[in-house]
């Protein structure tokens, strides 16, 4: 299986930080936030990655190169104006192939197992008859700043609503297919897929109850940086 990095948004919550440097390349606990990604990618048996970018999108390739470093092999799919989440994957399609692909936001630090991920996608598809899932999502309990959830699980399955709320924690596992009615190129939102695919029962999910944080101002970057610091000395 591939896998995506999402690192194509400007971060605008971010300036200035993000003025000169793309936001997957801010520094956490030493390194790059993408490089965290990279080496638990790597962990867990992925050796193909493609990584998408825009604003100072140059300057990612520059400091990750082909991904040799790491024992990997990483494609770049560049976007002239970001096409946000969905329009991103469905321009990368090429490189991703006819097979589900994991994808990872590149704005989040998470200990989330990719490769457990990867194998329960597989098997709910297996377990439960499902015929050509679409997506399977990776949830996470409700940050501070987002108390009231995006999805629900009820019995394996993606829900729209349910007794528990949680916040999708940007990582999932997707088919082609998802992303078939998109023309490359294009601007497009994954939320609208997602609510087609759980619609016609084509979305599963699992709830990860480990470190998730979303990297979305200075303040949450500076306090992962000290807690990560804290945790190295």
């Given at each position: 299986m591939k896998a995506m990095i999402l690192a194509a948004g400007r971060g605008e919550r971010m300036r200035p930080l993000t003025d000169h440097t793309?936001?997957?390349?801010?520094?956490?606990?030493?390194?790059?936030?993408?490089?965290?990604?990279?080496?638990?990618?790597?962990?867990?048996?992925?050796?193909?990655?493609?990584?998408?970018?825009?604003?100072?999108?140059?300057?990612?390739?520059?400091?990750?190169?082909?991904g040799k470093q790491w024992g990997v092999h990483i494609q770049y799919?560049?976007?002239?104006?970001?096409?946000?989440?969905?329009?991103?994957?469905?321009?990368?399609?090429?490189?991703?192939?006819d097979e589900p692909f994991l994808v990872v936001n590149g704005d989040v630090f998470t200990d989330i197992n990719f490769q457990s991920t990867a194998l329960q996608a597989s098997n709910h598809e297996a377990c439960r008859g499902i015929k050509n899932p679409r997506a399977h999502l990776v949830l996470v309990n409700n940050p501070?700043?987002?108390?009231?959830?995006?999805?629900?699980?009820?019995?394996?399955?993606?829900?729209?609503?349910?007794?528990?709320?949680?916040?999708?924690?940007?990582?999932?596992?997707?088919?082609?297919?998802?992303?078939?009615?998109?023309?490359?190129?294009?601007?497009?939102?994954?939320?609208?897929?997602?609510r087609q695919a759980i619609a016609e029962n084509q979305a599963t999910a699992e709830h990860h109850q480990g470190v998730w944080h979303d990297i979305g101002t200075p303040e949450r970057l500076r306090e992962l940086d000290a807690t990560l610091q804290v945790k190295q000395s």
């Open positions: 793309p936001k997957p390349l801010l520094k956490v606990g030493g390194k790059p936030l993408i490089v965290w990604h990279i080496e638990r990618l790597v962990q867990a048996g992925f050796a193909e990655l493609v990584i998408n970018h825009a604003h100072l999108g140059q300057q990612i390739e520059d400091a990750l190169g082909d799919s560049p976007e002239k104006v970001a096409l946000e989440t969905a329009g991103g994957i469905a321009n990368a399609l090429p490189l991703l192939g501070p700043q987002h108390p009231k959830g995006d999805f629900a699980i009820h019995d394996g399955m993606l829900r729209n609503a349910g007794d528990q709320m949680l916040t999708f924690s940007g990582v999932g596992v997707y088919h082609p297919d998802l992303f078939a009615g998109i023309t490359r190129g294009e601007p497009a939102k994954l939320a609208p897929l997602l």
